[in-house]
């Protein structure tokens, strides 16, 4: 089937003093500042996270569900099946409709969908959870409180947004103080995800203070603070990478 809107490409890397600077030399331009809170909501025992499904309301933004893009062996299946590795040598597997597929190799490149739709957002969480649609979910609100979903990490992030050719770059500093860039440029088409991976991770090198391991996003940190065990089952299932930085490191 066609992806339903289009799959965001992003890589992550640590930002630093100099940052801002060498995007400017790079040509970046300021698109704006924002400050936003985001809630995240999962079922009581984690299955929608467990299944590589993040689903949370933005303020300004409102619904948003990120998830893998495609289904596992699909047909437009990038060629990511079992065998073929990413540039940090990990295994990268589609993911799919099937909670027990392996993840995308986290601490790299990320290639997820943003689904907004009312209806496909509870389509997709109705076949995450194995329930069958009810009716009456047509608005996001009452199908997570149908489906018994609950808050499990809300923060407030800053972000300054740059512009960079047909690239974004954001700039983020999260309420519990951890900071983190991104480097993001969105594709229609899974057979266009490699050469925009190559693409937004010689930018996030290009930007990024240098680091040995993965970078973490706001989330691994998050979790690792507030919810140990939550954070310890995303790891074991291989969603989050574990985070070898503590903060203090910064
Ligand atoms: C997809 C995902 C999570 C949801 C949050 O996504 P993230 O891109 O980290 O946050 P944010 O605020 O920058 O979202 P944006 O505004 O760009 O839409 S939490 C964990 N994941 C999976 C994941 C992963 N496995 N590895 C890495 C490096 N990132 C995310």
């Not at 970046?28 to 698109?31: D, I, R, Y």
């Not at 699909?74 to 099946?81: F, K």
């Given at each position: 089937a066609e992806p339903t809107g289009s799959i965001e490409v992003e890589a992550k890397f640590m930002v630093g003093p100099g940052t801002e600077a060498r995007l400017v030399v790079l040509g970046?331009?300021?698109?704006g500042a924002v400050s936003f809170q985001d809630q995240y909501y999962d079922t009581p025992d984690g299955r929608l996270t467990l299944a590589d499904h993040w689903l949370r309301h933005r303020e300004g933004a409102g619904w948003e569900l990120k998830c893998p893009p495609w289904p596992a062996?699909?047909?437009?299946?990038?060629?990511?099946?079992?065998g073929a590795t990413s540039q940090d040598g990990s295994t990268r597997a589609a993911t799919s409709l099937n909670p027990g597929a392996p993840a995308q190799p986290p601490g790299s490149t990320t290639a997820y969908q943003e689904l907004t739709s009312p209806a496909a957002v509870v389509a997709r969480l109705c076949a995450i959870l194995a329930v069958a649609p009810d009716p009456g979910w047509a608005c996001i609100p009452v199908a997570v409180a149908g489906l018994g979903l609950e808050v499990f990490a809300a923060f407030r992030t800053q972000r300054r947004s740059y512009r960079l050719g047909r690239l974004s770059v954001d700039l983020d500093e999260a309420d519990f103080g951890y900071a983190v860039g991104e480097v993001e440029t969105a594709v229609t088409h899974p057979w266009e995800v490699p050469a925009a991976q190559e693409e937004v991770t010689r930018v996030g090198r290009e930007l990024g203070v240098e680091v040995t391991g993965p970078v973490m996003g706001k989330m691994s940190v998050y979790l690792q603070q507030y919810r140990p065990q939550h954070y310890e089952e995303l790891v074991q299932a291989g969603r989050l990478v574990r985070d070898k930085m503590p903060m203090g490191g910064r």
């Open positions: 970046a331009v300021l698109a062996g699909g047909a437009r299946d990038p060629g990511y099946g079992p």
